[in-house]
């Protein structure tokens, strides 16, 4: 498997010149690079500027899961874990 880019990442406005009419364009960028594109709204630029620490946040609660489930109101453990581990999947997937 191939790794990521590591965060952290930040979504950053920019006005694209390039494009025969000047065009609002989101960079989301590592500190150095442009790690993605994104035209339209920022949300979708923040919402993936934050993946880094989404998946982070994901990993760290998956091993809490497989440490004590005894915490998780109505035994939703396998459940809330089956769900974590099919995004933390999809994000680490090449």
């Known amino acids: 498997m191939s790794k990521h880019t590591p965060g952290p990442w930040t979504a950053e406005w920019h006005l694209e010149t390039r494009h025969p009419k000047d065009h609002p364009q989101w960079h989301v960028e590592d500190g150095l690079d442009c ?34 489930d005894d915490f998780v109101p109505l035994g939703h453990a396998a459940e809330l874990a089956s769900i974590i581990d099919k995004a933390i999947a999809k994000a680490e997937r090449e």
């Open 35 to 68: 790690v993605a594109d994104v035209y339209g709204g920022g949300a979708n630029a923040r919402l993936i500027a934050a993946a880094p620490d989404l998946l982070a946040a994901l990993q760290a609660c998956r091993r809490v899961l497989g440490i004590r």
